[in-house]
């Protein structure tokens, strides 16, 4: 991807950095994609601006009507953040994918949407005079029966008209890819109505009469119509998973008076509900508030970093370092997918990201079309729990939890090596079992040349370097994204302000997906809060560890899995630390550990079956079957499911203890993992075990991951006995229930 490529033809990475194009998206043309691409441009680079408070007065000394000056006020801010999602994800996603063959409107539904404008419109003016109103001087509460029955007919109901009838003739409407459909238009215009109404009451003081009666009746209905377009563009960007378990919850709020047990919940109207949930309480919540500043801050880093093709670099650097080993491509794949996986965000759209490049590869190598798929996506998944990004994972854990992020950060090193080192025996025992070669020489790029322009790893060791010497989050975010644009002028890509604006527009569309789904979540959130239901699941936990606190702990991991299947990580991290997390946090274990318990199984929903996001879409590049895919992933990554109680026995890998107890910990859990992937796969010291020596050497990692002196002891001596029987005795390893691996 460089100043080599006229004389190295063997690069393996070309195209890594392009951005995917989903099926709904519309492929717009002319003005359309002109516009398209001024709003996206603008949307990225307005947050830029905003988290680094600059704005075009400071440099001119020219107040400009209409422009925000910063810092925004924080509600207003995240208002925006989610009306611009909205927005931009309607006119660019439609409704259904696109077929090959589309057919048209009759002419009938096409006046219909077109005429579903006009309340739109109207609505967004009523919101506008609403604030004229209030600036004016006009007193606005909700218990005012002249402004209730002006905010219920002149702005409520043509809101939720334009909305609903909307979102229905959406679901109907085919229209060529090429351009707008009128329902979405509708639908955009319906989300700046809510912002602008939102905006004018949270203005005033209204905001602290959410979930009163003194709350203006319209905060009630712009939260249903937000809530439902919010729903709605979740279900056209992440499918319907998150939605469906959105709506459950929601159901929950007006029949939890009807259920029994713990579930029971007072009664709650509708009005009092939506005028809190579009708060701080629930959408505008801890989700947002990440996907607001950290989340979207780093999508601009990665898209820079695709615009310059340093994704293509991280890829054939991979090849050249690790390609000749036994199963390369396999080995490959862990190391670039950690890394792009920890910048990406998303499990599944790292795997479509890089695996097009390595699954195919792995096939040609040996590895089955399953296992190929399988080592993709559990390399990807672990890209979610790589530091110091983590996949976005943990900025919001520290929004939640108020730890410091460095220090979130520091904790999740040696877990996160626990795994990416159990996955890598993994693969290497399976190549060694099936004879698989490394690739060729004349297959790779030269090493030596890539190692010249290990430069182009510097905007990552910049973020880095600037996180732990203290910068926000925030500051050393924009000096990375900065240095990638400097740095691409050292190669054939250098970053121009056209350049520069593409990375931006690349920006503005990737959060789109992040943003709703984030603001999904945070429904849930809200429902969860404003019901209670987390401190009474809380003590539900707590009964159970009166009976066995590993009972509780195995109950807790399932929740988080199921509350994260179908999810991306971000969401599926803020569900389930809304509602598991307390509970761990009541049983005494510290906030940090009952957290990374929780974010760890989330974040491995993505390879859990039967609903594994990642291993699905490594199945569809590799055409593997999906199920056998999921199975043979979660196998691969079954460290992972350990790890996570390590936190509970050892707090030691989580960096909290002296030195030597972290490095003690450390070591054994690395053996440890050793030995599980060695008896799940069948392979040790260079052959296979029998079933005797694969138990062997299955409680030889239990008792060395536990992490205890003695514990250990025993760990080391069952393995002794294991490397015995295995040179000594050498049984024969077919004889009784003989367990091959993956294949």
Known sequence: MSDQTADDDHLIAEGVDEEPIEANRRMLEGWGAWTIAALATLYAAFHMAALNGVSISDYTGIEIPFLPSFPLETWNFRIVHVAGALFLGFLLFASNRFGEEQGKDTPALGYLSIALMAPALFSAGVAIWFGLQIQGGVMWNGIDATIRLRETWLFGAPLMAATVGGIVLSWVHRRHREGFAAPDLVLGVCAIAVAIYLITIYGTLMRNSTGTPFAPIGISIAAVAGTLLIMELTRRMAGMALVVIATVFLAYVFLGQFMPGFLNSPAITWQRFFSQVYTDAGILGPTTAVSSTYIILFIIFAAFLQASKVGDYFVNFAFAAAGRARGGPAKVAIFASGLMGMINGTSAGNVVATGSLTIPLMKKVGYQKKTAGAVEAAASTGGQIMPPIMGAGAFIMAEITGIPYQEIAIAAIIPAVLYFVSVYFMVDFEAAKLGMRGMREDELPKFNKMVRQIYLFLPIVILIVALFMGYSVIRAGTLATISAAVISWLTPYRMGLRSILHA?????????????????AGIIVGVISLTGVGARFSNLLLGLAEASQLLALFFA????????????????????????????????????????????????????????????????????????????????????????????????????????????????????VFLLSASVQGWFMGRRVSLTGRLILLFAALFMIEGGGITDLIGIALAGLAFFVQRVIRPDPDAGLDLRGAD
């Open 557 to 672: 991991m399932c929740i988080a899995i199921l509350l994260g299947m179908g999810m991306p990580t971000t969401a599926a991290y803020a569900v389930a630390a809304s509602v598991v997390a307390p509970g761990l946090v009541e049983l005494g274990i510290p906030q940090l550990t009952a957290h990374f318990f929780v974010f760890y199984f989330a974040v491995l929903s993505a390879i859990t079956p039967p609903v594994a996001l990642a291993s699905y879409a490594a199945a569809g590049i590799s055409g593997a079957n999906p199920m056998e895919t999921s199975v043979a992933s979660f196998k691969i990554g079954i460290a992972a499911f350990i790890v996570p109680f390590m936190f509970f026995y050892n707090s030691a890998i989580l960096m909290d203890g002296p030195w030597y107890e972290v490095a003690r910990a450390g070591v054994t859990a690395v053996f440890g």
């Open 504 to 520: 931006f527009q690349l920006a503005g569309i990737m959060s789109i997906q992040i943003i709703a789904v984030c603001a999904c």
